[in-house]
């Protein structure tokens, strides 16, 4: 009895120790887009995500390179609690190789420390807190498409800059919520204008009147929309019912997308500046993607974070590619080594902390009268360099860069 | 002259806010309440009749050019007639059994009809606007009040009233509440009570479909716009009283009130206020403020 006990022992201990050689686990490429499928959040990432994941091995050309990816979904219902467990059935039992996408900051934080743990991989393109290339950067994880910080900096400082000095902040109470708060106080401030208030409303709100009218009373020049998605949309439109505008204060929609400003409809999201990292009218190779994917997806647009999902995954494919290993830690280290280059956002590099850089655009939503048909929604106001759009690594927090 | 740190006035607005509020949740519970104290049914697909009330008045808009005021009476009556089809093919089914059974088909139908609808229409929501009779407001002051929402809050008041008229001081509704206690002998006496049932179902469907026309104009069109709303709702039933009428139009106003106060003092515990007082009530009180002990 001992013996045999010994013996699986033993057998179990060798299995174990199998050696660690450079090759892809299991023969496949595993990746898991995991998002809000049906909630708050559905509309920016969704199924539209899973669609820009498939386009993004299609063009990579998995299949003629011989190498196998599979894709797989789940909803993390805008819960950390449910994010984190999917993580790790994913990570244990299912053999993912990368997470992807995963709006919603506070599940983007908790999956960041797990993979962190387990040395895999992730990709964020959804979640805005710049605290994943700050105090909670990590060497498993690449914060690809926008954040906080990039989005207070566009959008704070042009608003700020036209007149708007005295802020009122509508803030969603979670992380998310209070990163794009801070980092927009912070910009305002430095800019020279005022926070005379803030509310903290739950996540998600369908009702705001009672938030509004607080924001009414303040008598605050612009009130920040520190939210984003159903949020911010249910926030515009009741502040039309309230007069909002009529008596003289303006929305800063500090986190729009595109999906968001096709839900208002031009007539109530008209003269809303916005900052975004994508829009699919911007030049010819982006309209030729934004085609494709729109036919996959019910004829809508993509949004920035859909486009981000497939620049992420194409150059993460490029990278297991090149190293021959799907190993997480070493594949964000080969991703941060190449230089990016793919239709949607051109060429950009991936910095030390695990931020992502591209130029970031300052857009106005046009008036009705000024759009050509479905879709057609911005104006470009400026063009924010790659040098300017994201926090300098030298105020960063983040452990991982040396100073 | 403050209260507590916020000044009156601020403080009206959002007894104001507090009050629209409260007629949506006196409306859905009203139909809520109905169900279950005539039919003993725990209808959890209240949340999505209620959006399907809201989509029927954004067709009728679409592909109809019907307007507000024709959605207002023609979203109850289709709603009504699904819920009336409902009960007749499945729900008559289950009087016999535990109560439980009915919540379960109930709670599988919303989930069916949501997840149809959000994979149809997305979850972004669809805008539909006010009629242009009720747009603009008043300036009271020491608010700016919508029209609409002052609208809202005048039209259920009505219903609601209407309703408990009709149930607790009509023959009709002493019929039906008669129905309710001992339905053998009601029907003895010649009233068609499976009849009756199924048009009550109807009725109370068809309420939680008028409340959906009437948030279309205030909320998104949105697939989800139940599913938030039903939760609430069902807290406020049990408050109130399970099977007391005038317990949910009351509590449904003085919650909202109450919890237009926690958004001004607290905001962050507006979610969770009413849940607060319903395992309090629940302690101090189980059958409800004004329920009967049955």
């Not at chain 1, 959804?126 to 959008?155: E, M, R, V």
């Not at chain 1, 020049?221 to 939210?227: E, M, Q, V, W």
Request: with cysteine.
């Amino acid at each position: 009895m001992t013996v045999t006990r010994v013996l699986v022992l033993a057998v179990a201990l060798l299995a174990a120790a199998a050696p660690v050689h450079a090759q892809i686990s299991d023969g496949v490429i595993k990746l898991g887009i995991m998002n809000d499928q049906s909630g708050t959040y559905a509309d920016i990432s969704g199924p539209g995500s899973t669609v820009a994941a498939r386009l993004a091995v299609e063009d990579f050309g998995a299949a003629k390179k011989g190498m196998k990816v599979e894709i797989v979904v789940a909803d993390h219902q805008n819960k950390p609690d449910i994010g984190s467990s999917i993580a790790r059935q994913w990570f244990d039992a299912e053999k993912v190789d990368a997470i992807v996408d995963v709006p919603t900051s506070s599940v983007a934080l908790a999956i960041n420390q797990i993979t962190r743990d387990k040395g895999k991989a992730f990709l964020v393109s959804g979640a805005a807190a710049s605290d994943l290339t700050g105090k909670a950067c990590s060497p498993n994880t690449i914060h690809w498409t926008y954040d906080t910080w990039a989005l207070a900096n566009g959008t704070g400082s042009a608003v700020v800059k036209t007149g708007g000095d005295t802020w009122f902040f509508l803030t969603a109470d979670y992380a998310f919520g209070h990163a794009l708060e801070r980092d927009t106080e912070a910009v305002v401030v430095k800019s020279g204008g005022k926070v005379v208030g803030k509310v903290r409303h739950p996540f998600p709100t369908a009702d705001f009147s009672s938030f509004l009218l607080q924001a009414q009373a303040s008598k605050a020049k612009i009130i920040g929309l520190a939210n984003a998605g159903a949020d911010t949309i249910n926030a515009i439109k009741q502040g039309a019912d309230f007069g909002i505008v009529r008596g003289g204060q303006q929305f800063a929609g500090l986190l729009v997308f595109i999906s968001d400003v096709h839900a208002l409809s031009l007539e109530r999201a008209q003269g809303l500046v916005l900052t975004e990292a994508f829009y699919w009218d911007l030049n010819e190779r982006t309209r030729a993607w934004s085609k494709r994917f729109a036919a996959q997806h019910h004829g809508a647009m993509p949004t920035m974070v859909q486009a981000g999902v497939y620049s992420a995954v194409l150059h993460y494919l490029k990278a297991v590619e090149a190293l021959k290993s799907d190993d997480g830690t070493k594949v964000i280290a080969k991703m941060k080594d190449m230089p990016t280059d793919d239709p949607l956002f051109g060429k950009g590099t991936v910095r030390a902390d695990g931020r992502k850089l591209h130029p970031m655009y300052l857009f106005e939503v046009k008036k009705p009268a000024e759009s050509k048909g479905a879709w057609d929604y911005y104006t470009v106001r400026a063009t924010i360099p790659v040098e300017q759009a994201f926090r300098p690594l030298d105020q960063s927090d983040c452990p991982l860069v040396k100073k | 002259m403050t209260v507590f740190g916020i000044p009156a006035q601020a403080l009206f607005g959002q007894l104001l806010i507090g009050l629209i509020n409260g007629a949506f949740y006196a409306m859905l519970s009203l139909g809520l309440s109905v169900i279950f104290g005539l039919l003993n049914i725990i209808n959890f697909a209240h949340g999505a009749q209620y959006m399907m009330g809201a989509f029927v008045a954004y067709f009728a808009l679409q592909w109809a050019g019907l307007g507000y005021w024709p959605s207002l009476l023609i979203a109850p009556v289709v709603v009504g007639l699904f819920g009336v089809l409902l009960e007749r093919t499945m729900l008559k089914r289950l009087y016999h059994l535990d109560h439980l059974y009915g919540l379960l088909l109930t709670f599988g139908v919303a989930l069916v009809v949501q997840g149809l609808f959000r994979n149809e229409f997305g979850s972004s929501g669809l805008p539909y606007a006010a009629p242009p009779q009720l747009t603009g407001g008043y300036n009271l002051g020491f608010m700016f009040l919508p029209t609409y929402r002052a609208w809202v809050v005048v039209f259920s008041l009505v219903v609601c009233l209407g309703t408990w008229y009709v149930i607790e001081r009509t023959k009709l509704g002493a019929y039906l509440r008669a129905a309710t206690e001992n339905p053998t002998l009601v029907q003895a006496f010649g009233i068609d009570v499976p009849r009756m049932i199924t048009l009550t179902y109807g009725f109370g469907v068809a309420l939680a479909a008028l409340a959906g026309v009437l948030a279309a104009p205030i909320y998104q069109v949105n697939p989800l716009m139940g599913a938030d709303l039903i939760i609430v709702v069902f807290a406020v039933v049990v408050i109130g009283g399970l099977g007391s009428i005038m317990g949910s139009i009351v509590t449904g106003f003085g919650l909202g009130v109450v919890e237009g106060f926690t958004k001004v003092f607290y905001p962050e515990a507006s979610n969770t206020v009413i849940f607060v007082i319903m395992a309090l009530v629940l302690l101090v009180r189980p059958s409800g403020l004004f329920g009967r002990t049955a």
